[in-house]
């Protein structure tokens, strides 16, 4: 059985960082894309990185580009997402999504873990 | 970047009814299209992709239709566990983009 699990979350000043985790399990994690999802309250989905099944290639939404870095290591199961200078706007639900196909990504997304609440407030 | 326009943004409906929910493209994506659903504080749940193709798993009274810019997730049977919001999300261009949601709740 697919699983993912985010950890991480939890209330952040403006300014600050953040480290979300996500434990993969249940599949061959080294042979998949991998995102990150977010949602804000009231709001809808909204993609925020990619990272390629290497770890070689990694995406990210304008909004986040150049404040956060996704990573993973393989040999943990493990895909991250660093955030730093956080903003009032990055107040979401951030999820981990696995993509469907093997190798390339996709964004076809068809296991979601059950998300991590990220707070930016002072 | 295409924009996807999900319609109603809410509907009420009885156990039994039939449901539509459509979606619509800023611009042809073929048959990009794929449809989630979720419930709230749960993972989202992967349903249909390449606009009608069922996901394993997913009950039979869920279904895709539509290429270009217009398609529909129908319901045939409202059933209970069918209370959420879907999403539908294009994935013609990558990293694809999310409609803002269609949330279906009890009459």
């Known amino acids: 059985e697919v699983q993912l699990l985010e950890s991480g979350g939890g209330l952040v000043q403006p300014g600050g960082s953040l480290r979300l985790s996500c434990a993969a399990s249940g599949f061959i994690f080294s042979s998949y894309a991998m995102s990150w999802v977010r949602q804000a309250p009231g709001k809808g989905l909204e993609w925020v990185s990619a990272?390629?099944?290497?770890?070689?290639?990694?995406y990210y939404a304008d909004s986040v580009k150049g404040r956060f870095t996704i990573s993973r290591d393989n040999s943990k199961n493990t895909l991250y997402l660093q955030m730093n200078s956080l903003r009032a706007e990055d107040t979401a639900v951030y999820y981990c999504a696995k993509d469907r196909e093997r190798g390339y990504g996709d964004y076809v997304f068809d296991y979601w873990g059950q998300g991590t609440l990220v707070t930016v407030s002072s | 970047d295409i924009q996807m326009t999900q319609s109603p943004s809410s509907l009420s409906a009885s156990v039994g009814d039939r449901v539509t929910i459509t979606c619509r493209a800023s611009?042809?994506?073929?048959?990009?299209l794929n449809w989630y659903q979720h419930k709230s504080g749960k993972a989202p749940k992967f349903l249909i992709y390449a606009a009608f193709s069922l996901q394993s798993g997913v009950p039979s009274r869920f279904s895709g239709s539509g290429s270009g810019t217009d398609f529909t997730l129908t319901i045939s049977s409202l059933q209970p566990d069918d209370f959420a919001t879907y999403y539908c999300q294009q994935t013609y261009t990558n990293p694809g983009t999310f409609g803002r949601g269609t949330k279906v709740e009890i009459k």
């Open positions: 611009q042809n994506i073929s048959s990009f």
């Open positions: 990272i390629s099944a290497s770890g070689g290639s990694t």
